[in-house]
């Protein structure tokens, strides 16, 4: 059973627009989440991650907010560039409770068109 | 400073062939990781050794052994390879204690025929 869910196979968006992308979760327990980007033929790269004790979390272009009650999260890239045409996944973490192992989202496909 | 490294980078197999898959790190890391990646489903868990010396399950650990040789090196071993091993395969690492961020290798593409 799929803990971690991006519902989204896809995204496409405008150079210069914003991308969201979503993710649900179904573990209450989980306390700690990771959005990684991946490239064709390439290990995926941790990009930006959030903490349960937070609802915002910025790095330059890409903000994560957090909605626990919903048991939601969500990833805005501004503004979208060619070079953040990739998959991205939503992991999650439950720490302590379960050796810091992640789950994760089927992933979502973004295309940024120029 | 190369960080996760993984070998081969493509394999083909038979069915009922065994083969092992390399992965090691020089980032002085405690815990790596094994995951499978197919598609429309995500990276699930195979094994995982949480530090040097141990070793345990994952979601999916059916087929697969496993071997943290020391702390640098973590591979995994198919024994009888079947059709539905066909996938991608990524090693990661991550540094210890609360740090939670896991960093991956460039990934192994196997195709077992």
């Known amino acids: 059973d799929q803990q971690v869910k991006q519902n989204s196979p896809s995204l496409s968006v405008q150079e210069g627009r914003i991308s969201i992308l979503n993710c649900d979760y179904t573990?209450?327990?989980?306390?700690?989440f990771l959005w990684y980007k991946k490239y064709p033929a390439e290990g995926p790269t941790f990009l930006i991650s959030?903490?349960?004790?937070?609802d915002k979390n910025e790095d330059g272009r890409f903000t994560v907010f957090l909605n626990k009650s919903a048991k939601h999260l969500s990833l805005h890239i501004v503004p979208s560039q060619p070079g953040d045409s990739a998959v991205y996944f939503c992991?999650?973490?439950?720490?302590?409770?379960?050796?810091?192992?992640?789950?994760f989202g089927a992933g979502t496909t973004v295309t940024v068109r120029a | 400073n190369a960080g996760v490294t993984q070998t081969p980078k493509f394999q083909v197999l038979k069915t009922g062939q065994s083969m092992t898959l390399q992965c090691a790190q020089d980032?002085?890391?405690?815990?790596m990781y094994w995951y499978r990646q197919d598609p429309g489903m995500g990276l699930r868990l195979i094994y995982y050794?949480?530090?040097?010396?141990?070793?345990d399950k994952g979601e999916v650990p059916n087929g697969y052994n496993v071997s943290r040789l020391n702390k640098r090196e973590f591979s995994l071993r198919l024994e009888s390879a079947a059709p539905s091993q066909t996938s991608v395969y990524f090693c990661?690492?991550?540094?210890?204690?609360?740090?939670?961020?896991?960093?991956f290798g460039p990934g192994t593409r196997l195709l077992v025929l």
């Open positions: 990661a690492s991550r540094i210890r204690g609360g740090e939670e961020t896991q960093y």
């Open positions: 573990n209450s327990m989980f306390d700690y």
């Open positions: 959030i903490s349960s004790i937070k």
């Open positions: 992991a999650a973490s439950a720490s302590p409770f379960n050796d810091y192992k992640l789950s």
């Open positions: 980032m002085n890391h405690n815990s």
């Open positions: 050794s949480a530090s040097e010396g141990t070793t």
